[in-house]
């Protein structure tokens, strides 16, 4: 047992936890779309005009905020117009990065904005910068947000949607500097000023339009598009960053079989997080320290080898403890850096690398990632305050801090959040809370063996439960378990 110290100070209050810093990412690769997300109006499996409920209803317990759609590197290669008007029309897809399948564009943007509507969340669409035209993204946005008699709201109208829908985010270009096109950065942020120059607001609506930013730790890219970027032709700079179990891109380990080395490889992986949204919000401070540009996380998540059998262009994994623990260890950072982190999308909602549902047929599962933004979701729109762990080690040969944790405020409430990324021992953790005086504290954990993992036969092996903590004064103790994540709500 190790016993911690920690130290929260809610008179110092920063920045705003942007709740989009919980978003989520859907893209046509394997079934997250089709099988996943969508049905069909047809299917057995109870919906909403095609849409899942039980997605929904997943969707909206955990309080999503945003998601992004439709890709990643399909975003690159996506033309709207063949995804709306008559399904039976619609022209016929190859989805050439993912398993070359052939879609039959069933799901577009209609159906997308219902799902948005159905959830209660901001869409956040990735526009074709890659292999589009100016003119198509362009009266993309007037499809949807313009509200006027020209051809396109008129189009609009006649596949079946009268008013136009709000569009906030729009990303203009998708990893730019690989699937999107391989571009240098001199040359993207010439492409993306072009490009938004034409993504006009219409109708009431404002465009919060996201550049393509860095690939983990490519500095050089963030310094060179930031250079051009101000608040009037930019709201944000996406990063995307993937985990890797073993470091090792061409043999990434399973999601539900690793060792205890592998575990403590994908924490400290994981944790490489921290410097990323240090080094990049340095940069940035250089170009806007007025922090006008926020930094978009909008891929992160544990990218493992498929699950045996499975089709190698789908992306399938299982989901278990381990993924607990990185989701927790990411989340706490975002919410120390808010200041400058402002959105982040876990790759990807439903049947997708780290995703939070998985489905069989009829079949649903909550994995351990989705109960960590359960437990976390009461740190939307709060006020991180001060927090700080007189840290431990864990691991053997490969070292890394013991306790993530984050604090913030909201409403009179305030919510601790903690893991104990030890797999091996338990930590008892003392808070000393300085500026909230609390009377009572509600806890629950999600805690397990490291290869804990929820599944279609066993659905619930990994839930939340309620967790006793001591609170004495400004004095709160907590015993924590291996592998473990804590969520406490004090008022
Ligand atoms: O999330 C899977 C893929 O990872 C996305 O399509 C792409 O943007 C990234 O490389």
């Known amino acids: 047992m190790k016993k911690i110290s920690a130290y929260i100070n809610a008179k110092d209050k920063r920045s705003v936890i942007n709740p989009e810093i919980y978003g989520h990412f859907s893209e046509h690769l394997g079934r997250c779309i089709y099988d996943g997300i969508y049905v069909g109006e047809n299917s057995s499996i109870p919906n909403v005009r095609g849409i899942r409920s039980d997605i929904v209803e997943a969707f909206k317990n955990i309080k999503m905020p945003v998601l992004r759609w439709p890709g990643g590197c399909f975003a690159d290669t996506y ?25 039959d564009n069933s799901f577009g943007t209609h159906e997308f904005f219902d799902l948005c509507e159905q959830v209660g969340c901001e869409p ?11 003119q198509e993204l362009s009266e993309w946005i007037e499809y949807i947000t313009l509200d006027d008699t020209s051809p396109m709201p008129e189009l609009r109208r006649k596949n079946g949607r009268e008013k136009p829908w709000k569009l906030k985010y729009l990303g203009i270009g998708n990893e730019n500097w690989g699937c999107g096109g391989n571009m240098r950065p001199e040359y993207y942020i010439d492409e993306y000023i072009r490009y938004q120059t034409f993504c006009r607001d219409h109708s009431g609506n404002h465009l919060f339009k996201i550049a393509c930013g860095p690939n983990a730790m490519d500095y050089n890219w963030t310094d060179t598009i930031m250079k051009r970027l101000n608040k009037f032709n930019a709201g944000g ?17 399973s999601g539900r079989k690793f060792s205890k080395e592998e575990y403590y490889s ?13 080094r990049h919000s340095q940069i940035m401070d250089i170009h806007d320290p007025n922090k006008d540009i926020g930094l978009v996380v909008d891929e992160w ?6 699950e045996e059998g499975t089709n190698p262009g789908f992306l399938y994994q299982q989901n278990t403890m381990r993924d607990a623990i990185v989701a927790a260890c990411n989340l706490n950072m975002f919410n120390i850096h808010s200041d400058r982190v ?69 409403d009179g409430k305030m919510t601790v959040t903690f893991a104990n990324c030890s797999i091996d021992e338990d930590a008892e953790i003392t808070f000393d809370i300085t500026g909230f005086e609390a009377e009572k504290a ?21 839930a939340p439960k309620e967790y006793p903590v001591s609170l004495n004064g400004r004095t709160m103790t907590a015993a924590v378990p291996p592998c473990s994540v804590v969520s406490v709500i004090l008022e």
């Open 79 to 103: 033309h709207w117009q063949e995804a709306v008007g008559d399904k039976k029309l619609r022209k016929k897809e190859h989805n050439v990065h993912w398993g070359g399948v052939t879609e």
């Open 124 to 134: 956040y669409l990735a526009g074709n910068l890659g292999s589009g035209t100016i």
């Open 237 to 253: 700079i996406s990063l995307h960053y993937y985990t890797i179990p073993t470091g090792d891109w061409n043999k990434k380990g």
């Open 266 to 278: 994908t924490i400290s992986g994981t944790l490489q997080m921290e410097e990323l949204l240090t």
């Open 301 to 306: 998540g544990v990218w493992c080898d498929v």
């Open 342 to 410: 402002i959105m982040a999308n876990l790759a990807q909602a439903v049947n997708v690398l780290q995703s939070i549902v998985l489905t069989e047929g009829e079949k649903i599962v909550l994995t351990p990632t989705y109960h960590v933004f359960d437990l976390f979701k009461t740190h939307q729109g709060g006020r991180s305050v001060y927090c700080f762990i007189e840290n431990a080690e864990a691991g053997e040969s490969i070292k890394i801090p013991m306790i993530t944790c984050s604090a913030s405020v909201k």
């Open 442 to 462: 509600e806890a629950r954990i999600l805690t397990g063996e490291r290869q804990d993992l929820n599944d279609f036969d066993l659905p619930d092996k990994v």
